[in-house]
């Protein structure tokens, strides 16, 4: 069966950007591949159009631990959340021990506050992606990279904190680390991503997943 990659959902609404991270999320794993859990029922009856299509994501009010099947395989050990404060990094032959991934869906914050501890009473098994907190779809990329592709941690090419230029006097540095494309050295962001942050550059990052 193929990995399966879940967001679970930990806020009320859901903003443009995250909207942006989710889709490009299901570009990466597949729509079949990628689940979005604890939708509140008003979010999930109001969901964006972007995520709303067919085939696009399978969305639900259930929580990741009620999804068929997770539970057992919880159990066995084969669950693993993406913690940034778990001891042991993913590593390629974490391929064998797992079969789904889950990330928190969360109100990016800087510096962190450690609200991926919320899911840890699901008792999943911990690994780390380096100390440097990635947005949510640059961690799903790269624990796709890890797992599916066999780099390890180390290798996968990064750039942390990038500046995006928006001319010889305005730019924008973004608080987290990204999987860099090494053809043009720039942060590897969800399509619509750059123009959008563009339009907020006035506004703080502080409510940034
Ligand atoms: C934007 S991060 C939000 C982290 C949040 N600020 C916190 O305090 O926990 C969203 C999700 O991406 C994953 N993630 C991001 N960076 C990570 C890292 N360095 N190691 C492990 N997981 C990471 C985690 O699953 C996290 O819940």
Redesign the pocket.
């Known amino acids: 069966m193929a990995k399966q990659y879940v967001i679970e959902h930990m806020e009320d609404g859901i903003f443009p950007w995250v909207v942006l991270e989710y889709a490009a999320v299901s570009h990466d794993v597949g729509g079949e591949n990628f689940h979005l859990t604890s939708l509140s029922p008003s979010l999930m009856e109001s969901l964006p159009k972007e995520l709303a299509a067919p085939g696009v994501v399978q969305a639900t009010t259930t929580e990741i631990i009620n999804l068929p099947g997770v539970r057992e395989l919880a159990e066995q050990g084969r669950v693993c959340l993406?913690?940034?404060a778990a001891e042991k990094d993913l590593c390629p032959e974490d391929a064998v021990n797992f079969d789904w991934f889950v990330?928190?869906g969360?109100l990016?914050?800087h510096p962190?506050?450690?609200?991926?501890g919320e899911l840890r009473k699901y008792g999943f098994q911990g690994r780390?992606?380096?100390s440097?907190?990635?947005?949510?779809d640059t961690?799903i990329r790269v624990v796709k990279i890890v797992i599916q592709d066999q780099v390890p941690l180390d290798k996968v090419p990064y750039t942390d904190f990038p500046e995006l230029r928006w001319n010889a006097h305005e730019s924008t540095e973004m608080p987290f680390r990204y999987v860099k494309d090494e053809t043009t050295g720039e942060p590897i962001m969800p399509k619509g991503m750059r123009e959008l942050i563009r339009e907020d550059a006035n506004r703080g990052f502080d409510d940034f997943?």
Not at 112 to 116: E, K, L, W
Not at 132 to 136: E, I, R
């Open positions: 993406l913690d940034p990330f928190g969360i990016g914050d962190p506050r450690d609200r991926t780390r992606l380096g440097v907190q990635m947005t949510t961690a997943l």
